[in-house]
C-alpha cells in the first residue's frame, strides 16, 4: 500500500528532500525508517512511501 503524508512546506530551513517517514517498532521500542519507493512531491507538500503493512507514521527531518 502506498501511503502519502503532508509536511510543511512554510518551516524555515528545511529541505523536503531530507524528511523522510518512520513508524514504531514497538517489540524494539524504536522508530524505524520505511523509505520503500519513497518519493517527494514539493508542488504539492507531500512524502509518498510504499508501506507492507499499516503502521503509525511519523515524519522527521533526517538532518536532525
Not at 509536511?7 to 528532500?17: C, H, L, M, P, R
Amino acid at each position: 500500500a502506498t501511503m502519502c503524508l503532508n509536511y510543511d512546506s512554510t518551516v524555515s530551513d528545511v529541505d523536503a528532500y531530507s524528511l523522510n517517514v518512520y513508524y514504531f517498532n514497538e517489540q524494539s521500542d524504536e522508530y524505524i525508517l520505511e523509505d520503500t519507493e519513497k518519493s517527494v512531491d514539493t508542488e504539492n507538500q507531500r512524502i509518498c512511501v510504499s508501506l507492507g503493512s499499516w503502521l503509525i507514521p511519523k515524519i522527521f527531518n533526517s538532518d536532525s
